[in-house]
């Protein structure tokens, strides 16, 4: 069996995990293909500030240090942010997928413009930070979102009613008043509504998660991984390290309850 490991950017309960691994119900896989799914140790509470990218990407660095070692052949992140790409990148030589880079350029496959398409407008900022490190703000047409607190661990589950509406509303503003040509979901978290979106409006959307797996798995049969030109591997590798800085985060988080969003 070829492995793939979908490293999830928070601390996860079961319940909470299997809503994640939901995602794989959306994609078909080729039969030989085992999709992994492992929480971090310790996170941000949300990704809304800089501070959170800092963190994010230190445990998602750390929990897909030994993903070579432990046997998987690609690594995801499940994350639209793609927190944690570069640096796993720069460590690893099986290829590190993010799903924000993936949705973004294949969206320029199918369409010339494209909108994201949010729960919060708190979340515009990690999606401004991605597009303009690949230079392509100019092709957004623009970021809507529904004014929601996202639910990173439950997602959209029993809010179906409420949000799938809003989130129509939102998409068909980007498509008539925008003129997106292409809707990005802008969270894996928001993979529930990815269906009812697609059946409802007249262009493509991209579930981010999904399509992460599929590029995966295309990588691997195809033998390509990130390029050493842009990702150097480290002059010492510091891995150890940060094991033993997320290990302190994970215990100085232990029994605390997870905080409100406001």
């Known amino acids: 069996m070829r492995k793939i490991l979908v490293l999830v950017p928070f601390p996860m309960t079961p319940e909470e995990l299997a809503n994640r691994q939901a995602q794989s119900k959306a ?19 949300t990704y809304t500030s800089q501070q959170d990218y800092v963190l994010a990407d230190m445990s998602l660095l750390e929990a897909g240090r030994s993903a070579q070692e432990d046997g998987y052949g690609a690594v995801c992140i499940d994350t639209v942010s793609d927190s944690g790409v570069s640096a796993l990148r720069s460590v690893l030589d099986i290829p590190v997928i993010g799903p924000g880079r993936t949705m973004y350029t294949t969206a320029l496959m199918l369409g010339d413009r494209f909108s994201m398409l949010s729960m919060w407008e708190d979340w515009f900022g990690l999606y401004k930070k991605v597009l303009t490190e690949m230079n392509l703000m100019h092709k957004v047409a623009s970021m809507r979102a529904i004014g929601m607190t996202p639910d990173n661990r439950n997602l959209l589950g029993g809010k179906e009613e409420k949000i799938f509406p809003l989130l129509l509303a939102a998409a068909t503003k980007c498509i008539e008043e925008d003129g997106a040509d292409v809707i990005c979901l802008g969270s894996t978290t928001m993979h529930q509504s990815a269906k009812f979106l697609a059946d409802n409006l007249p262009v493509p959307v991209i579930n981010p998660g999904p399509l992460s797996y599929k590029t995966a798995e295309a990588m691997m049969a195809l033998d390509l991984s990130q390029s050493r030109k842009t990702y150097p591997a480290p002059k010492v590798d510091k891995r150890s390290m940060i094991h033993a800085m997320l290990d302190a985060a994970a215990a100085e988080q232990e029994g605390k309850t997870v905080e409100k969003l406001d």
């Open 27 to 45: 994609v078909q896989l080729a039969p030989d293909i085992e999709l992994h799914y492992r929480p971090v140790k310790a996170a941000p509470r």
